[in-house]
């Protein structure tokens, strides 16, 4: 587009069933389920196109870590406080390592304990 620099992403949803308690200084929460939302963007170096099944296969490698299990007994969680933002934290690790792979950068992620309530982390 004449005059304008654009930056193509996709954008890829998914959901995982798990649960978690969180660690307080007195003690440990309830434990209580959630359906996460798990709203990634990602862009692709020199803006190839890349297979949506081949993303969403790369995504499903993580997911499936966690995926109907108590959170608090998965590894880094087991040791690592099962928050909102350190699951956000450990996935964004965890899919940027494996997109590499597919030349591809996770721009953007988005991680929802609720409708309402996401944690997000956005690459500068």
Known sequence: MDGFETYS?????????ASHAVRW????????MHTWAVICEIHVNNNQMVPF?????????????????????VPPFDHVNPTLENLTTYFFQVI?????KSNAVLTR???GESPTRFYCITLK
């Open 96 to 100: 940027t390592e494996l997109l590499r």
């Open 9 to 17: 992403t996709y954008k890829l949803t998914s959901y995982i069933n």
């Open 109 to 111: 992620l988005e991680i």
């Open 53 to 73: 099944n081949q993303i969403e296969n790369e995504l499903k490698e993580v997911s499936s870590r966690v995926s109907g299990k108590f959170l608090n007994e």
């Open 25 to 32: 200084e007195g003690g440990m929460g309830k434990e209580h």
